[in-house]
């Protein structure tokens, strides 16, 4: 729903049975199993069945966004303006079940795109959120964080961990993340003869999370390729105890 220009607002009510999951492979040509599929954490165990009902609002605001109408339909300009979003989660009991989790979550971004000058360009996110009123939480309902340790994916280089296991440091209190890239048609390697006139730019990217248990984790990179379709990223990560680990990653967004 957009209940005036550059406001999106979303709401959902659903009622969900969960059941864990299995991932097993009876037979391989190559003699091979699967690994469990089953998150790496200290705390983790198996979710039982449950049911559970859940409210969500959200909304997304930019401010002075214009647009124009292309075949009957809006269509918003890119603007340098910053957009704010909120949502609220509501998990509420039900009594009928043997197990039903419930819980508030309250969550809160900004999110903004900077052209500076006629080429180079800055973009940074931020979020933050928490629970409160928990109760039977299950591993579903945790707060997952954008991570990718495969050496291809489908997510710009912007936004997100590369480092990281899918739930490393996925949370039930409290977190906060920050994203940061500059995009530029000179960095390093541009100013070397053989690449000076290449049609591609260099980029750096820096991005921190805070949870109870990690405060912070940091990511450091450096990419270059075609502004945010393909780019090749090198990174490096860093935990509270110092150096975590280093990769490669190739961004087809």
Same mark, same amino acid.
């Given at each position: ?5 550059? /406001? ?21 040509? /190559?003699?091979? %199993? ?5 998150? @790496? ?12 009902? %859940?409210?969500? /609002?959200?909304?997304?605001? !930019? *401010? ?17 303006? *910053?957009?704010?979003? &909120?949502?609220? !989660? ?30 180079? %360009? ?16 299950? &591993?579903?309902?945790?707060?997952? &964080? ?10 710009? /280089? ?52 805070? !949870? ?18 393909? @780019?090749?990223? &090198? ?8 150096? @975590? ?9």
């Amino acid at each position: 729903i957009e209940p005036f220009n550059g /406001l999106m607002f979303r709401t959902s009510l659903s009622w969900e049975r969960r059941h864990k999951l299995e991932n097993t492979v009876h037979h391989s040509i /190559l003699g091979g %199993k699967a690994e469990a599929n089953v998150p @790496r954490l200290a705390n983790w165990t198996e979710m039982s069945a449950n049911r559970i009902l %859940k409210l969500q /609002l959200a909304f997304e605001y !930019t *401010p002075c966004n214009y647009y124009r109408i292309v075949d009957n339909r809006k269509v918003y300009e890119e603007t340098e303006n *910053p957009t704010i979003s &909120f949502s609220y !989660t509501k998990a509420f009991r039900i009594a009928s079940a043997d197990r039903s989790p419930a819980y508030t979550k309250i969550q809160a971004g900004i999110r903004q795109t900077i052209n500076v000058g006629l080429f180079n %360009k800055f973009i940074w996110t931020a979020e933050a959120g928490f629970f409160y009123n928990r109760n039977g939480m299950e &591993f579903p309902d945790y707060h997952h &964080f954008p991570t990718v340790q495969r050496t291809s994916t489908k997510r710009p /280089l912007s936004y997100g961990f590369f480092l990281l296991d899918c739930y490393t440091f996925s949370t039930t209190e409290r977190w906060a993340m920050v994203n940061t890239t500059w995009y530029t048609p000179y960095l390093l390697i541009k100013y070397l003869p053989f690449f000076r006139h290449k049609k591609f730019d260099e980029g750096l990217h820096l991005r921190a999370l805070a !949870t109870p248990d990690e405060c912070p984790y940091i990511e450091a990179s450096y990419s270059c390729g075609v502004e945010e379709k393909a @780019r090749v990223g &090198f990174c490096m990560g860093f935990e509270k105890k110092g150096y @975590r680990s280093l990769g490669v990653t190739l961004s087809l967004a």
